[in-house]
């Protein structure tokens, strides 16, 4: 059973543009929410992550805004680049330690920028 | 990439056989994981450690083993090597899992198996 889902698949945005990608989870439990960034060949590393006692957390040109009520966060990604040419994965994870602090993953977004 | 070292980077194997991937690292966490992805699946836990000797279930842990007998190595082991088994396969680490302290996990750059 997923636990997270994401959406889109895949996206084309042209330079400039805002990129979305969005994640629905279903456990009330989580609290930890993380956005991760995969460059081909190369392992996942962390972008940004929010725990749902804020609304929005902005890093530079990267900000996640989280809907408790709905269960949903999503990714924007404002004036995008070439460079931001990735797949983005989005994650899970529960308080408190122990086997409930495993990260669950979301299936992933390839994103492309357009120049 | 934090300090992880995955070997070997690449391999091919044969239906049936063992395969022992190890994962080093110099930053002394407590959490070590192993993860595989493929196309459309995302990433899956299949085993991880909470210390040394210290190893769990994932979600997808049929078919694997894992040992942990020093801090700084997590070995995963395909006791019968089986096409369904081909995948990139991720190695992570992590201080902590929960609380208000660090949660970040640090990946490897991951092994490429192939089983024919």
């Known amino acids: 059973q997923q636990q997270v889902k994401q959406s889109p698949q895949s996206l084309i945005v042209q330079k400039g543009g805002i990129s979305i990608i969005n994640c629905a989870y279903e456990?009330?439990?989580?609290?930890?929410f993380p956005w991760y960034q995969q460059f081909p060949g190369k392992g996942p590393a962390l972008l940004i992550a929010i725990r749902p006692d804020v609304s929005e957390k902005k890093e530079g040109r990267f900000t996640i805004s989280f809907n408790k009520s709905a269960k949903q966060f999503s990714l924007h990604i404002m004036d995008s680049q070439p460079g931001d040419s990735a797949t983005y994965f989005c994650a899970a994870s529960i308080n408190g330690g122990g086997s409930q602090g495993n990260l669950i993953f979301g299936k992933g977004t390839k994103l492309s920028v357009k120049p | 990439d934090a300090g992880i070292t995955q070997s070997p980077r690449h391999k091919v194997t044969e239906t049936g056989t063992p395969v022992t991937l190890r994962c080093h690292q110099t930053e002394n966490h407590r959490y070590m994981y192993w993860y595989r992805q493929d196309p459309g699946h995302g990433l899956r836990l299949i085993h991880y450690s909470y210390g040394v000797k210290d190893t769990d279930k994932g979600e997808v842990s049929d078919g694997y083993s894992v040992s942990r007998s020093k801090t700084e190595d997590f070995l995963l082991t395909l006791e019968s090597a089986t096409s369904s088994q081909t995948s990139v396969y991720f190695c992570a680490i992590s201080e902590s899992t929960g609380g208000r302290g660090n949660t970040e996990a640090f990946f490897g750059q991951g092994t490429r198996l192939t089983v024919v």
């Open positions: 456990n009330t439990a989580f609290d930890y």
